[in-house]
């Protein structure tokens, strides 16, 4: 009964209550006021089903908001009701979702299903209907209480693969009455099992100040775990000094299949007290972008690695934890601290990691290796630099701000390199002088993240909201001509972006027709992404959201567009735009609108009558809109 009692004590809203399932007992937390046999299972409820994807589960750019029922490959398996209420909303959207319903239920709760092929006729008739009202192939409709009302068990659609999905399934979400998105394997399906506990892969330490240490050095180092027994350990003693944050790269596997899920729950101690909790239990989707401070926003960038952090780091918001401390460890001169961190997935499965941290004296000679990434880097509010021993006569080096310069001796070294610590708060360098050789540097701005910002450069400008970081961020970023080609670069953050912010380019290069041209993205082996921009007073101002080269491009050559197939009654085409991206398309037979669904993965589209039964004949018109307002026309007599 522990871990009933922890999940009590972390979370008031919840009960615990053992569960007779399939021979097994589960203690699954439950939502209070939701009762656990509510909902059935939405899609072959007759099976057991795998997924590939759980609820709050680390993506990219978002914790995961419901379950991705795995459908064998196939699409058109009939989608069900999970409990009876009406259609609340219903979707057709070219990314995202794709196809969806949102039915809300008597209790309070909706349910959603998305990536669907089709919907039920009646549904699918009334969205048709509705699209030929509002000439528009996308819809969001929300219809009214008495119009569409379905009984637990009946089939609403077929699954499908539409939208931002990139393979067969079904997306299946329970949310509560304000929206927010709640765990479905906490309703215990029976449809799921999972007894496979979390598996760790690596764990990473991190000095949160300037003044903190891991073996002797600043920085952020990742470990091997060994299994031993039925967890796993770091092998050797680990020793720190200071403010210390842990992470850990992990993932969930459930019964039957391969793919690397979510872990909702997991507790670090210190000597027995509890330091970090975390429960994944609710998502509200305003806080989605709150990802990129959860997990390990560098690591993810240049590993793909998503790491949990296990404290709570500035500009952090998320519900999820209840802790003293931000869940950091502070690790004191010879203490010995044993280190335990506990992950538990919905079925409460449970994986253990033990590891030591022995409490060490701060000095500067240190014997473990440096291994020096590039010559300087940025962790938080601090420079790193790092520089070969030569001579020890010559070991100081000299930075050089705007204001003036500073003399800095080595903060640690070992006997191939010095390392030098700058706490940027201190002032930002343009320069620094090594030896007998001179490297710029050139921090343009300290951007705060709770107040608006701006920089003003000879030939752009950045413009911050107070709601454009989650953190104090170094910015550095460059506008020049390279190969004639004008660019303006944003160098790698030490921080994320969480919304965009503002650019303002005065051009250097001279264009022939100003409002032709746009702001791209370029991308090392791909096309350009075409990002868009608006002109003013011979100035282009756009908004970036990371880090990249950005440059000013015409695109002059409108989509291309290549019938596929005819019939009677339809008519098919591949449209596509390769430089800034189809925007719009009309279809038109003897001069009235003509429905063309839209499959933008594989660059489809097809006709589809609201009388079903009518020939496709007379004039057909089809005009297709580019992102930069080039445009591409086919008039044919069918
Ligand atoms: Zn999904």
Redesign the pocket.
């Known amino acids: 009964m522990k871990k009933c009692w922890r999940l009590k004590l972390s979370k008031l809203f919840f009960t615990c209550l053992a569960l007779m399932f399939i021979g097994q007992s589960y203690a699954l937390a439950q939502y209070e006021g939701v009762d656990k046999d509510y909902f059935t299972f939405p899609i072959q409820p007759d099976k057991v089903n795998f997924l590939s ?1 759980t609820m709050g589960e680390l993506r990219a750019t978002h914790f ?5 029922i795995k459908t064998n490959g196939k699409q058109g398996l009939n989608v069900y009701a999970a409990a009876s209420g009406y259609i609340s909303r219903i979707r057709v959207a070219k990314g995202g979702y794709g196809n969806s319903i949102y039915i809300k239920h008597p209790n309070g709760t909706s349910t959603v299903y ?2 669907l092929q089709k919907f039920n006729s009646e549904l699918a008739s009334y969205v048709l209907k509705r699209q030929y009202e509002d000439e528009s192939f996308t819809a969001n409709y929300f219809p009214q209480k008495n119009e569409f009302k379905f009984k637990q068990g009946e089939i609403i659609g077929l699954s499908g693969n539409s939208g931002s ?1 990139s393979g067969p ?1 079904l ?1 299946f979400e329970i949310r509560n009455s304000k929206q927010e998105v709640l765990d479905p394997l906490r309703f215990g399906f029976e449809q799921i099992r999972d007894e496979i506990a979390p598996i760790p892969l690596r764990i990473a330490l991190k000095t949160m100040d300037i003044e903190s240490r891991i073996n002797g050095q600043f920085g952020r180092f990742e470990f091997n775990l060994e299994r031993q027994g039925n967890g796993f350990i770091v092998k050797d003693t680990i020793q720190a000094f200071g403010k210390i944050g842990v992470e850990i790269w992990a993932h969930d596997k459930l019964n039957g299949a391969t793919n690397r899920n979510g872990i909702p729950t997991i507790y670090m101690s210190n000597n027995g007290d509890e330091v970090f909790n975390q429960e994944i239990d609710n998502v509200n989707f305003s806080s989605q972008k709150q990802i990129l401070v959860h997990t390990n926003f560098q690591a993810q960038k240049t590993t793909n690695r998503r790491y949990n952090k296990l404290y709570i780091d500035d500009g952090n918001t998320l519900k999820f934890y209840d802790n003293k401390d931000h869940g950091f460890l502070f690790i004191e001169e010879n203490a010995k601290n044993h280190i335990g961190i506990q992950m538990i997935d919905t079925y409460e499965n449970e994986r253990k990691i033990n590891f030591n941290i022995l409490g060490e004296a701060i000095n500067d000679k240190i014997t473990s290796v440096i291994s020096p990434p590039k010559i300087y880097s940025v962790q938080d509010n601090t420079l790193i630099l790092t520089r070969e021993v030569e001579d020890s006569d010559l070991e100081n080096i000299t930075i050089y701000t705007k204001e003036n310069s500073r003399v800095l001796g080595p903060t640690y070294s070992n006997q191939n390199h010095h390392i030098y610590l700058w706490d940027l708060r201190t002032g930002l360098p343009d320069s620094v002088n090594i030896g007998n050789h001179s490297m710029d540097i050139m921090f343009n701005t300290m951007v705060p993240s709770t107040s608006s910002h701006s920089y003003d450069n000879k030939t752009y400008a950045l413009s911050f909201s107070n709601k454009s970081l989650f953190d104090t961020t170094y910015i550095q970023s460059q506008h020049y001509i390279e190969n004639q080609i004008e660019i303006f670069e944003l160098h790698n953050q030490n921080q994320p972006v969480k919304n965009s912010f503002g650019v303002e380019i005065d051009p250097l290069l001279q264009y022939d027709s100003l409002e032709q041209h746009h702001i791209f993205k370029l991308n090392s082996g791909k096309n350009p992404s075409f990002i868009g921009g608006v002109w003013d007073d011979g100035k282009i101002k756009f908004s970036v959201t990371g880090p990249g080269k950005y440059t000013l491009m015409k695109d002059e050559k409108p989509p291309s567009i290549k019938e596929l197939s005819r019939s009677d009654t339809r008519i098919s085409f591949r449209i596509q735009d390769k430089q800034s991206g189809i925007k719009e398309f009309r279809a038109e037979i003897n001069g009235e609108w003509l429905l063309m669904n839209y499959d933008s993965k594989r660059n489809l589209i097809w006709s589809e009558r609201l009388d079903k039964k009518k020939n496709l004949k007379g004039n057909f018109s089809l005009t297709i809109l580019d992102n930069a307002g080039n445009e591409s026309n086919l008039i044919i007599k069918l």
Not at 64 to 68: F, P, R, S, T
């Open positions: 994807g995961h908001a419901g379950l991705d998305a990536h999905s399934h997306h």
